[in-house]
C-alpha cells in the first residue's frame, strides 16, 4: 500500500514539474527533504520524550487501571456481545485508555489481546461481530488527552502557542469519533 | 480558548507529578522510561519519515499541491474548509509518517498559528491512520471481511476534516 502511494507521490512530482518547469527547484527538494526530515526528528525529540516520560509516571501510579473501570459501563453498552468483566473487555477498557493517555506502544498489546478474546467467543467466525467492529472503530478514531507529536510539531515550527489547538483537537477528536459510532451503528442495522 | 491553553500545560504536569508522588511512584526513574520510550518510538519512525519527507517536499517544489488546491477550491469553500490543508486530510488516514510529514510542510509553509496551520493541526491530532488500525486488528485474528468498518470509519475521517475547519473558525 505504502509503496504505490511513495511511487505515485515521486512520479506525480516529477510529471508535475515536467509540466510547469519546476525541474530545478524538485532537484534541490530531494535532497533537502531527507535533511529536513532528520532536523524535524531531532526539534520533535525534546518534547515527545518529556510527554512520554510524564505520561509513564501517570500510569506507573495506576491511573490506566483506574480510568479503565471508569470506561467500562459505557464500554459494555457499545459492544455488547461481551460481559463487563470479561477478560475481552477489560483488554478493550486498557487498549482505550491507553491511547487517551497518549501511551500507544503500551495501547497495541492490549488492543490486539481484546481481538484475540473477542475471536474466541465470535459466533461470525470469519467476519467480525459487532462488538469487534465497534472496538475498531473507536480505534481508528484518536480521543487524546495530551497530542504529544501534534504539539511537537507545532513547537518544531516554532509556534508562538503550540498547545492552543487542544481543546479545538479534543471536541473535534469527540465529535469524529461519535460520528464513527453512529454511522458503524447505522450501516449495521442495515443489514 | 486559548487561555486553557496556556494553563492546560503547567496544570498537566504538575497534576501527574504529584499525583506520582501520593501514589510512591520512583518518579525520576519512571519517567525516564517513558522519555526511552519515546526516543525508541521515534527511531522506530526515522526511516520512514525520511523517505515521506522527501516525496513530500518534492510534491510540494513541483507544483502538485498549487494545482490540487486551486482545482478542489470550490467544493472546500461550499464545506468551509481551507484547500490548502486537503493534502493532508487525504494522506491522514493511509499514513501517520506520511501525514506528520505532510503537516510539518503545512506549518512551515503557511505558519504554526495561521487559520491554515491551525486546522491542519487538529486535523492531524484528531483522528488516526485508519488504514492501519483496520489492518492490524482485524488482521490479527485473520479477518479479512472486515464488514462496515472501513466505510464507516472513512466517513467519519471526512466529516473530522469538516468538524475541524468548523472548530477552529468558530473558536480562533
Known sequence: MLSYLWFGMIAASFFCALCTGHMEQLSKAALDGADRAIQLLLSMAGVMCLWT????????????????????????????????DSPAMRAVSANITANLLGLGNAATPF?????????????????????????VIINT??????????????????????????????????????????????????? | MNQVGIYII????????????????????????????????????????????????????????????????????VLGIPPEVLPLGLMRPVTGSGSFAMLNAILEKFGADSLIGKTASVMAGSTET????????????????????????LTADMLGIVFAAWCVRCFP
Open chain 1, 53 to 84: 516520560g510524564l505520561m509513564k509516571i501517570a500510569d506507573k501510579g495506576g491511573l490506566t487501571s483506574s480510568a479503565a473501570k471508569l470506561f467500562s459501563p459505557v464500554l459494555a453498552k457499545l459492544m455488547p456481545d461481551y460481559d463487563k
Open chain 2, 130 to 153: 485508519t488504514f492501519y488500525a483496520v489492518t492490524v486488528y482485524f488482521g490479527s485474528v485473520g479477518l479479512k471481511n472486515t464488514r462496515c468498518t472501513l466505510p464507516a470509519a
Open chain 2, 10 to 77: 503547567p496544570f498537566v504536569i504538575v497534576l501527574i507529578v504529584l499525583y506520582g508522588a501520593f501514589k510512591k511512584v520512583d518518579l525520576f526513574a519512571a519517567f525516564t522510561d517513558g522519555a526511552k520510550e519515546g526516543i525508541h518510538a521515534l527511531i522506530s519512525i526515522a526511516p520512514s519519515l525520511i523517505g515521506l519527507v522527501t516525496a513530500v517536499t518534492m510534491l510540494e517544489a513541483s507544483g502538485f499541491f498549487d494545482i490540487l488546491t486551486n482545482c478542489c477550491r470550490p467544493v472546500c469553500a
Open chain 1, 141 to 191: 478514531a484518536s480521543v487524546q488527552l495530551i497530542p504529544t507529536t501534534i504539539a511537537a510539531l507545532r513547537q518544531a515550527a516554532s509556534s508562538i502557542q503550540p498547545y492552543s489547538i487542544l481543546p479545538h483537537i479534543w471536541i473535534t477528536s469527540v465529535l469524529t469519533l461519535a460520528a464513527g459510532i453512529l454511522l458503524a451503528g447505522l450501516f449495521m442495522i442495515k443489514r
Open chain 1, 111 to 135: 488492543g490486539l489481546a481484546a481481538m484475540r478474546e473477542m475471536q474466541k467467543t465470535n459466533s461470525l467466525r470469519t467476519s467480525p461481530n459487532n462488538s469487534m467492529v465497534m472496538f
